[in-house]
C-alpha cells in the first residue's frame, strides 16, 4: 500500500502532468492533423508504384460493339510457321488489325519464341489441336490427352491458356463435341486459300463473300496466303471493323458450344 501511495505521488509530481500533458497533445496532434496519412487512412490515398505508372501508360483501344457495326473475324490456322507467320504480323501491324491464330502444338513446341511474339503484339491465341489428326477418327481419351498436349506446348511457350478449339479439318461430330471442354470455332467464309495457292483468288474470294459476323479461315502457312493479306484488308478496312474471334462473338469465359459466325 506504502509503495502504491509513493508511486501515486511520484505520477502526481507537476513535472510528471506536464510531461504527459505533451505526450497527449503530440498523439491529439498525430490523430487529428490532416496533412500526416495514417495506417487507417491509407486506403484512400493513391498509391504510385512502378507497375501502377506502367499501367496508366498503356493505351487501350475502345472496344467494338460488334452488335452495331459490322464486323468480320479472320483467323488463321495451322502455324506457326517461322516462314510466313512473321510476314502476316508486319501487315496486320500495318493495318493495325488483331485477329485470331489457331496455332499446332507440333509447331507451337518447335516455335516457341514465335508464339510469345503472336501474343506480345496482340492477337488472340487458339488451339487447333497438337497433331492435326481427325477428331473424329480419334477416341475420346485421344481427344482429351491431344487438346491438352497442344494446350500445355502453348502455355509453355509463354502465351496465355487458349479458350478457343477449332479442330483439324473442322471435323466436328457430336461424340468430338462432348469431349472438348473449349469453346469450338469453325468459320462460314472459307476461301480454300490450301487449294490452288494463287492470292488474287483467294482476295477475290473474301470480297466477295465477306458479311457482317463472318468468320473468315485462312492459313498463315502459304506464301500466297501471306500475299493476298494487304490487298484484302486494304478493301475490308472499308466496310468492316476487324475483330478477334472472342470480340465478334462476344464470348464469355468457358462458353460452351460451337461457334461458325456472329
Ligand atoms: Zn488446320
Redesign the pocket.
Known amino acids: 500500500m506504502v509503495r502504491l501511495r509513493e508511486q501515486y505521488k511520484k505520477l502526481a509530481r507537476p513535472q510528471t502532468v506536464v510531461s504527459l500533458f505533451v505526450v497527449a497533445v503530440m498523439i491529439g496532434g498525430w490523430f487529428w492533423s490532416p496533412q500526416i496519412i495514417r495506417p487507417s487512412r491509407a486506403a484512400d490515398v493513391p498509391i504510385i508504384t512502378p507497375l501502377a505508372q506502367h499501367v496508366q501508360s498503356v493505351t487501350f483501344n475502345v472496344p467494338v460493339d460488334c452488335s452495331k457495326v459490322p464486323c468480320l473475324a479472320l483467323t488463321f490456322?495451322?502455324g506457326p510457321s517461322p516462314a510466313i507467320t512473321p510476314q502476316v504480323l508486319d501487315i496486320l501491324d500495318k493495318h493495325n488489325v488483331k485477329v485470331t491464330f489457331f496455332l499446332i502444338g507440333l509447331h507451337v513446341a518447335d516455335n516457341p519464341a514465335l508464339v510469345r511474339e503472336i501474343h506480345v503484339r496482340g492477337h488472340e491465341i487458339g488451339n487447333?489441336s497438337w497433331s492435326?489428326r481427325k477428331f473424329s477418327e480419334l477416341s475420346p481419351n485421344q481427344i482429351e490427352k491431344d487438346i491438352a498436349k497442344a494446350q500445355y506446348a502453348i502455355t509453355s511457350a509463354g502465351a496465355p491458356a487458349p479458350r478457343l478449339f477449332r479442330a483439324?479439318?473442322g471435323d466436328v461430330n457430336a461424340m468430338v463435341r462432348s469431349h472438348v471442354s473449349m469453346t469450338v470455332v469453325s468459320w462460314n467464309v472459307d476461301p480454300e486459300d490450301w487449294r490452288d495457292r494463287k492470292a488474287d483468288k483467294v482476295v477475290e474470294h473474301v470480297l466477295s463473300t465477306a458479311k457482317p459476323g463472318a468468320i473468315i479461315d485462312l492459313h498463315d502457312i502459304y506464301q500466297s496466303t501471306a500475299d493476298a493479306l494487304d490487298p484484302m484488308l486494304t478493301e475490308l478496312e472499308k466496310t468492316y471493323q476487324l475483330v478477334t474471334v472472342s470480340e465478334l462473338l462476344s464470348l464469355p469465359s468457358g462458353q460452351p458450344g460451337i461457334f461458325y459466325g456472329r
Open positions: 490456322d495451322d487447333h492435326h483439324p479439318y
